[in-house]
Structure formats: structure tokens, C-alpha cells
């Protein structure tokens, strides 16, 4: 990990510092949840029905942070090992691993391990979704071998980028309404609750005005210098992934939308010296060693944009649909589709546009992508990306290489060398560029 | 029509033949689809005159030139596979069809499409759900891929083309079936390999040129005079895209036959037949989202609901032990396989779960763990 010195180069956002108490609260009231008799769901992130549970009072447990928090806190091998104990290949997503691994062990011993913020509380239903990847589903079955609570999944389809939107859009977003209105039966049935449109649909607008100013945010950090750092970038999604629909979140991002207009309008940046601008352009964040990107602050290199956890694409309410979950499953259509039209037309690559988008209004001068051993979703593709982006934009590329959780594919020095010769590539083409 | 008394020959020299037929083939004037996993609709192309073609890697050989293309985190087959593709060997395929079945199969297509352009290809959204809405969601998707490949040749396919495409390729799944049905005997009247060769060969030629090579080997499988093998321990192969019959040879060189298989290349693809229904298109929604066991789609229910078809075939053909040859970074299969071994356990199936990569490379290693499980079957 990047030692102190490397630390103290770069200026965080007291935004981000709140994030931790946030999550520990959230775990708290999980189990406070468990011991009160409400019921406490695992969830998978973006699975595009957060709104309808915190309609429900269903309590979410997102069984992913989990993963990256015990990776953060360097908590994670003995349930990565527990894991592959079991049977699990040790190339199954870490976040997988690391979850399963603490169900068994709480199977075995029959309660939760000690571990941060309390464990996961035992869940009373476990609600997969097919967005991202597949493990998303399978986790929660190779579950079943733990717990016995019900299991419910449902599809979240992402359109083909070679289509026409046009024709594919009424089945598209039936299906997704379709999906949704099963999980409610679900959850009516589960909960013995009904479900509140009415209170759905305030939930709904609430969460879209936080994701406008988490999204306003992020536009601010077009700034030169850039007013966040990529570890705080890492942290202020947590509230929208995992609070979504909360008065606190809406309050989390418009008070992050201040402190960087804030900055911006100071000048302040997070690092005194910025050289490079760089973007997080694949794969998710190396949790277990996150001090890696204070290393590339402390050689002026800071990240004004990443690609792993993004604010939402903007989209507008339309005044014409009353029916939440037909608003929802619509709202999915049109978030996954954004680029679509604009990819048709250039590089026929939603991720690839999505990058190409960035780079001009954000000054980058360079990409990074961590190829993760156990995530398929988020590595394969990664050299495709910059391959394709070649054709539009000459950039330096770095990939670097580890895991989500595991330590043990990392090395820290050679992690180092390799941001070292990086930059100085980044360096040299940028100067070659002035020169011609 | 005369049936031949080669069939078995027949599907070995096909099998080794595979791609210079198909070449063939594309320079006659056929289109030939390439198309991955048992979920692409082949009905739909063969309704068409258009020959589909299963890609297949080449277990035989390191992939030598993917690496610069294709991240060393993704399933080898699909690396193997495309390796294939990038050194020019699937040059005759005229268009490429990928169903979204696995993480690999959603990333695939731009890859190859970057570096091989072809002048047709298409990305099918197969519902990882079951359910009535599963089924209406894949008959819209379907129909735009018949749209599509109609536009590709320039006419409609007619109900009736249709309707005889379904029947033609049920025929080759019964005919498949019967086939398995000798493999109940006990020594077995035809081999796990040569099985896996007649299945090897049926997917790079038209399916009605594959019926008629069933019907040869199902009356080379009667005629014969001696068993192919003697009585040995009968095992069950389990696994995902396990196209070589290199694999299943090596297992019975081991000392077992291999009586039964669950693997997309086998008995997963064509175990259940596509179900007659005023809608054709609706038939074969159904199919591809009911009939097909692989573990990327989401099947309620514990493991003695979700893997007994698993154990009734292990009865049925009266197997004795479990191989789950499983291709590493397939996260379908490897999330599944815990639970499922533990299940064949408590119904008391040995289990042998191995994780390799798609080589025989390393066919010394295989060999050995194929024998020392083999030997505790007999």
C-alpha cells in the first residue's frame, strides 16, 4: 500500500469522510432491523428495484459492499478461504467468495464471525438480479446450501447496442415491468405488506433528485484542477448505491455538489501539483489495496472520472406515467440506452462511446483499467476498449492486474513500476503532441 | 435412401474434417452461420438455407495469437475459440450469431467483430429467468432475428419452412436419443467417443446430411458384431463446452465408458424436443428457455429439484460415478458445482470435480486424476 507521505499529497473531501459512519449505520440499523422482526433482504447492487424495497421497509443488506468493505479493512481471507474450503473456485468474484465464505462460517458455527460493522445480519430472503453479470443470480443459490430463506431473481435486461431502440423499446421495458411486478408479489407475499404506489412513486422522485446532484457533482469535476481524488470517488457512490431513496442521501449529494463548486470556485485541487489527468476507464476498484491511488496522486496524477461506479446518465421524469413500477422498468430502458444512439453512429461500442464521451470534457490525458481475476463483467473487454478507443483518440493505456478482494494476486511494487513507466509514456506522448 | 455401413467412419472423418468441409461449403455458395452455445435458434437459419456452424476451439493447440486481444480472465474455450478466428481458420463463415448466455458470450461479439469484421452478425438476448414472460420476451427477440436473417438472404420464411426446419432438427435430437439408448447396455454398444464424434461432426454440416448420418451410425450400432468396449465403470460427464471428443477418449483410455453426459455439446442441447404449438415462433421460445439446463439460466428450487434430471439420468443409465470437468472462469458452472456434488454424494454418486483449462496439454495431469477416480469405481 502507498505509505503516509503518499496519503498526504491529496486533499479528500470531508463528503467522502462521512461515508464510513454512514456505512457503519447502515449495518447497525440491519441489525437492529433483524432484532425487531423487520424483514432484512440481501440485495445485489443496480438491480434496479432499490426504490421498491425502501417502499417495503425491507432492509437491504448489499452483500457486494460487504465484500469490498472486508477487502478495505483487510478483513477478507478467512472467508475467502472458508470459501474455497467449501469447493468454490478461488476464480469465482471475490465478493462471491468473501460471501460465502461468511455464510458458511456462520452456518458452521452457528453465528455470525466477528468481523466489521456486526457481519452481515441472517437474512429473511435473498433477492438475486441478472444486471452485470451472472454470478449476481448463482451466488445466492450456492447459498441455499447455508440458509434456508427464499430466493427470488430477477432479470434486468441491458438492450443490444445494434439495435433499433425503437422497435425493441415496448417489449424492452414489458419485460422489465414484468420482472419488477414479480418481485412485488414476492415481497407482498414474503412481507405480508402491500406495496404503497403512492409511497413508491415519492421514493422514486426523491432518489432521481439525488442522482441529478450526484450527476451535477460529477459534472464539477471537469475543473482543472480536479476537485475530488479518486479514493473519494470510491467512496461518495455508497450512499446512492446502497441509501438510495433516503432523505440523508439526497442531503449526502447536494452537500458533495456544494463542497466541490466550493473547491472549483477556489481552485483547490486535490493535489497541489496536477500533472495528469487520468480515468478509471475498467474493471472495479482494487479494494484491498486502495491506497495505490494516492500513490498516483503523490505523482500529480489525480482522476477526474471514473467508469466503475458512475452517476446515472441523467434522465427526466415524464409526467404522463403514473404507474411507478411501469416508470422504473422505463427509467431502466432509458439509463442503459443513453449512449446507444451516439454509439450507432461512431464506434458502435456503448462503453467505448462512454469513454470517448469523457475524454475531451474532462481533460484526460490517459486510461487505467484494473483487470480483475474473478470478474469476467468488468475485465474481459478491457483490452477491446482500448483497442477501440485507439481509433478515436490516441491514449496512453495502463492495465493493471489483481482482484477485487484477493490480496493475494497483488503486488504492490510491481503495481508501482508499472504507474511509474506509465506516466512517463504519458509524458512523452503528451510532449510528442505539443512538439508536432 | 441406402444406408451405408460406415456411419461411425463417416463421423470421425467429419469430425477431423470439420473445417475444410465447411470451407467447402462457404465456396459453393452456402452462407455459413457460425454461432455459439446450445441457445442460438439453428431452426431459424436452417428454415433459411442457411447452414449453421458451431464454433469450437482447438484443445489440441495453446492459444497463440488471442492474448493480444482477449484478457487471460476469460473462459479458454472462448480464448481458444477465438484464437481460432483471429489466425484466419473461420474466414469462411459469412456471419456470426451470439446468444447472451454467459458473461464471456456478452463480451464476445464486439471482440471478434473488431478484429474480423464479417458481413453479418447478431446478438440475441436470451432471459436468464424462467417464466411466462421469459418465453414472451425471446418469441419478440426471436422474431427480429428472423427478420434479420431474412433480410440477410432476401425472402421470408414461410410458416411451412419453418415448421419443417423444427421438425427436421427434432428429428436429428430423436434420433440423438435413440442413439443414447444403447449407450444403457451393459458393456454399452457404442463408445463415450464415438458418441462425442458423431456429435462433433453433426455440428459443422447440415442438419439434414446429419440425420442421415445418424440413421448410419444408429444401423452401424445394430449390425455391429462385438461390443466397442467391455464392461467398465460407467460414468456420467458433466460440464459446459466440452466439444473435443479428445476429452471423453481420455477418460475411457482411463478404463471407463462414458454412458451418459450433461454437457452443452451433448445431451443438454437436444434431450428435449421442440414442442409442436399453433406458433412456431412461440415453440421455440419455450424450448430455449425451459429445455435447456444450463446453470446461466436461473432455475428455482434446491438441488434435489434443480439437479434430479441429473440423478434420473445417472440411474437410468446406471452409472457409477460423476466427473464435473468444468473450464475454469465459467462462473456458472463453478458456483453450481459445490452443491451439486454434495447432492450426487447424498445420493450416492462418487463425484470427481475437476476446474482445467481447455487443453489436453496437460493430458499426463488428466490422465492421472481420470485413473486414480476411475480405480475407485471399480
Not at chain 1, 439525488?210 to 450512499?239: E, G, T, Y
Not at chain 2, 473461420?90 to 464471456?104: I, K, M, Q, R, S
Amino acid at each position: 500500500m502507498a505509505d503516509d507521505t503518499d496519503k498526504k499529497k491529496e486533499k479528500r473531501t470531508q463528503s467522502a469522510r462521512n461515508v464510513r459512519p454512514l456505512v457503519e449505520s447502515m449495518y447497525l440499523r440491519a441489525h437492529q432491523a433483524r432484532e425487531q422482526g423487520q424483514k432484512v433482504a440481501y440485495c445485489m447492487v443496480m438491480s434496479q428495484y432499490d426504490e421498491i424495497l425502501a417502499a417495503m421497509d425491507i432492509v437491504p443488506v448489499w452483500t457486494e459492499n460487504y465484500g469490498g468493505l472486508c477487502a478495505t479493512l483487510g478483513t477478507a481471507q478467512p472467508f475467502l478461504e472458508k470459501a474455497e474450503a467449501e469447493g468454490y473456485s478461488n476464480l469465482i468474484c471475490g465478493y462471491a467468495r468473501t460471501g460465502i465464505g461468511f455464510d458458511a462460517l456462520r452456518a458452521e458455527i452457528g453465528e455470525a464471525p466477528q468481523t466489521p460493522d456486526g457481519g452481515m445480519p441472517m437474512p429473511d430472503m435473498l433477492l438475486g438480479s441478472s444486471i452485470g453479470c451472472d454470478t449476481r443470480f448463482k451466488w445466492y443459490q450456492a447459498l441455499g446450501h447455508y440458509m434456508d430463506v427464499p430466493i427470488y431473481c430477477i432479470d434486468v435486461i441491458v438492450p443490444p447496442v445494434n439495435r433499433d431502440l425503437y422497435e425493441i423499446k415496448d417489449f424492452y421495458v414489458k419485460y422489465q415491468a414484468e420482472q419488477l411486478r414479480g418481485l412485488v408479489k414476492f415481497l407482498e407475499k414474503t412481507t405480508g405488506s402491500r406495496l404503497d404506489p403512492d409511497r413508491l412513486m415519492s421514493i422514486i422522485h426523491r432518489a432521481e433528485e439525488a442522482r441529478h446532484w450526484w450527476w451535477k457533482a460529477q459534472q464539477l469535476c471537469r475543473a482543472i484542477p480536479a476537485p475530488m481524488s479518486a479514493r473519494d470517488h470510491f467512496n461518495i457512490f455508497v450512499p446512492h448505491h446502497f441509501m438510495i431513496g433516503e432523505e440523508a442521501t439526497l442531503d449526502f449529494y447536494k452537500e458533495l455538489y456544494q463542497e466541490l463548486k466550493d473547491r472549483v470556485d477556489s481552485g483547490i485541487g486535490v493535489v497541489d501539483n496536477e500533472q495528469y489527468r487520468l480515468l478509471f476507464a475498467g474493471g472495479l476498484p482494487p479494494w484491498h489495496s486502495m491506497g495505490i491511488f494516492s500513490y498516483f496522486g503523490s505523482l500529480g496524477a489525480v482522476f477526474p472520472a471514473q467508469l466503475a461506479y458512475p452517476p446515472p446518465d441523467p434522465f427526466t421524469i415524464p409526467d404522463n406515467i403514473n404507474d411507478p413500477i411501469e416508470l422504473m422498468a422505463l427509467r431502466s430502458f432509458e439509463r442503459f440506452t443513453y449512449r446507444w444512439e451516439q454509439a450507432h453512429r461512431g464506434c458502435g461500442d456503448f462503453w467505448v462511446q462512454h469513454i470517448l464521451d469523457l475524454v475531451p470534457d474532462f481533460n484526460i490525458d490517459g486510461l487505467v483499467m484494473h483487470g480483475v481475476m474473478s470478474c469476467r463483467a468488468t475485465s474481459m473487454g478491457q483490452i477491446y476498449y482500448q483497442q477501440a478507443v485507439q481509433k478515436y483518440a490516441k491514449l496512453r493505456t495502463l492495465f493493471i492486474g489483481s482482484d477485487i478482494v484477493d490480496i493475494r494476486t497483488y503486488s504492490e511494487t510491481q503495481t508501482k513500476i508499472q504507474i511509474d513507466n506509465f506516466l512517463e509514456t504519458v509524458e512523452t506522448h503528451r510532449s510528442n503532441k505539443v512538439r508536432n | 435412401m441406402t444406408i451405408s455401413s460406415r456411419g461411425l467412419e463417416r463421423a470421425w472423418e467429419l469430425y477431423q474434417d470439420r473445417l475444410p468441409y465447411a470451407r467447402v461449403m462457404a465456396s459453393q455458395g452456402k452462407k455459413v452461420i457460425g454461432y455459439f452455445c446450445c441457445y442460438t435458434p439453428v431452426e431459424l437459419m436452417t428454415a433459411l438455407d442457411l447452414v449453421p456452424y458451431r464454433i469450437g476451439g482447438r484443445i489440441d493447440e495453446p492459444v497463440k495469437e488471442a492474448d493480444a486481444y482477449l484478457e487471460t480472465c476469460v473462459c479458454s474455450y472462448v480464448r481458444s475459440a477465438f484464437d481460432l478466428a483471429i489466425r484466419g481458420e473461420y474466414d469462411f463463415l459469412h456471419g456470426l450469431v451470439v446468444p447472451h448466455t454467459c458473461d464471456a458470450m456478452w463480451r464476445i461479439l464486439n471482440i471478434w467483430k473488431l478484429h474480423r469484421p464479417l458481413d453479418y452478425t447478431y446478438f440475441i438476448e436470451v432471459p436468464h429467468m424462467v417464466g411466462p414472460s421469459s418465453c414472451q420476451f425471446l418469441e419478440q427477440e426471436l422474431k427480429l432475428f428472423k427478420k434479420s436473417l431474412e433480410q440477410l438472404v432476401g425472402r421470408k420464411v414461410t410458416d411451412e419452412a419453418l415448421r419443417d426446419a423444427i421438425d427436421t432438427h427434432n428429428r436429428a435430437r430423436a434420433l440423438l436419443q435413440e442413439i443414447y439408448q444403447y449407450r444403457k447396455a451393459d458393456p454399452p454398444l457404442i463408445s463415450g467417443t464415438e458418441i462425442a464424434r458423431v456429435l462433433a461432426a453433426g455440428r459443422g454440416i447440415p442438419v439434414e446430411e446429419f440425420n442421415e448420418l445418424l440413421l448410419q451410425v444408429i444401423h452401424d450400432i445394430r449390425t455391429r458384431e462385438s461390443e466397442p468396449c467391455g464392461k467398465k465403470p460407467r460414468v456420467l460427464i458433466y460440464g459446459g463446452e466440452v466439444d473435443d471428443p479428445a476429452i471423453i477418449e481420455l477418460i475411457e483410455e482411463c478404463g471407463a465408458a462414458v454412458v451418459m453426459d450433461d454437457l452443452c455439446t451433448g445431451s443438454r442441447s437436444f434431450w428435449e424436443l421442440v414442442k409442436p404449438q399453433e406458433n412456431a415462433m412461440e415453440s421455440l421460445a419455450a424450448h430455449y428457455i425451459d429445455d435447456i439446463r444450463c446453470p446461466r439460466t436461473f432455475r428455482p428450487g434446491k438441488p434435489d429439484e434443480r439437479f434430479l434430471y441429473l440423478v434420473d439420468f445417472a440411474r437410468e443409465f446406471n452409472v457409477q460415478g460423476v466427473i464435473l470437468y468444468l473450464y475454469r472462469f465459467c462462473d456458472g458452472h463453478a458456483l453450481e458445482a459445490p452443491s451439486l456434488k454434495a447432492y450426487l454424494n447424498r445420493e450416492g454418486f462418487p463425484v470427481l470435480h475437476l476446474e482445467e483449462e481447455y487443453t489436453l496439454l496437460t493430458k499426463g495431469q488428466l490422465r492421472t486424476r481420470f485413473q486414480a477416480f476411475i480405480e475407485t469405481l471399480s
